[in-house]
């Protein structure tokens, strides 16, 4: 399994980027995916969550409205759109999968990219 995140740099605040996660090593249509981030000094968070479909999807409170999840099921990617960012937004952002193998659940998770806002 392998999860690729791009799309992450220096944005100002107010500004938009598009993260992209890249995956290979399972069915990817078969699974639901996630956006976490893990900001500077602080614990890793969910962001966002989208369905197996795309049509299903849900945000955590401070970016609900400002983000969008999207998927692409025969790229085998998932995307966050991210607008009117602030200096809080910034952090290092994970794309993960959780799937379910004999019973047991196993998380797998991407290497990140960071996210910088600032003026």
């Known amino acids: 399994v392998q999860l690729v995140e791009s799309g992450g740099g220096l944005v100002q605040p107010g500004g938009s980027l598009t993260l992209s996660c890249a995956t290979s090593?399972?069915?990817?249509?078969?699974?639901?995916m996630s956006w976490y981030r893990q900001p500077p000094g602080k614990e890793r968070e969910l962001v966002a969550r989208?369905?197996?479909?795309?049509?299903?999807?849900d945000y955590a409170g401070p970016v609900k409205g400002r983000f969008t999840v999207s998927r692409d099921n025969a790229k085998k990617s998932v995307y966050l759109q991210m607008n009117n960012l602030k200096i809080e937004d910034t952090a290092v952002y994970y794309c993960?999968?959780?799937?379910?193998?004999?019973?047991?659940?196993?998380?797998?998770w991407g290497q990140g990219t960071q996210v910088t806002v600032s003026s």
């Open positions: 989208i369905s197996i479909s795309g049509g299903i999807s």
């Open positions: 993960k999968v959780r799937r379910t193998i004999r019973g047991h659940e196993y998380d797998y």
């Open positions: 090593g399972f069915s990817f249509s078969s699974y639901a």
